[in-house]
């Protein structure tokens, strides 16, 4: 059974979806949970729960840690109604691919377990956008669990 199990967390359905697995495995196993959300650069912009590529609006660095606190905040509240705890951990892509990012996390938590979302983009989609899952998987140096999104 996992013992520590880090969930990436980035607001989106399929974020959560990858949460409501990770509560069912640390439930059953009474794991530590780490909810990890990655804030990543400005070049990105926030759009009715997802993340999407195109001109952001002009924000400061503030605003990305703020939305990473809400992100977090909301997780741990579904974690608490799960009658568990969870670590809570935010940080900077810094310039970095947001999979090795959480991959290091991961292993600096000494996890053995990552849960991350899979949008399950195709084609032009994934090229532009690019795979954290497949990032996640490339890097990590434990199990990774992909939950697909609906």
């Known amino acids: 059974m996992y013992k520590r199990i880090v969930v990436a967390v980035d607001g989106s359905s399929t974020s959560d979806l990858a949460l409501g697995e990770a509560l069912k495995l640390a439930g059953e196993g009474r794991s530590q949970l780490l909810l990890l959300h ?3 650069d400005s070049s990105l912009a926030w759009s009715g729960g997802d993340w999407m590529v195109g ?4 924000v400061s660095p503030e605003f990305f840690e703020e939305l990473g606190q809400q992100i977090l905040a909301h997780a741990l509240d579904r974690v608490r109604n799960a009658g568990l705890n969870a670590e809570l951990r ?3 892509d810094a310039g970095q691919r947001v999979g090795n990012v959480i991959a290091k996390e991961a292993q600096d938590w000494e996890a053995d377990l990552i849960v991350v979302g899979s949008h399950g983009r195709k084609g032009l989609d994934r090229f532009l956008l690019g795979s954290v899952a497949e990032g996640v998987m490339r890097a990590a140096t434990v199990p990774v669990l992909l939950v697909r999104g609906a």
């Not at 001109?55 to 002009?58: I, L």
């Open 38 to 40: 990655v804030s990543e």
């Open 55 to 58: 001109s952001p609006p002009v």
């Open 90 to 92: 935010r940080v900077d």
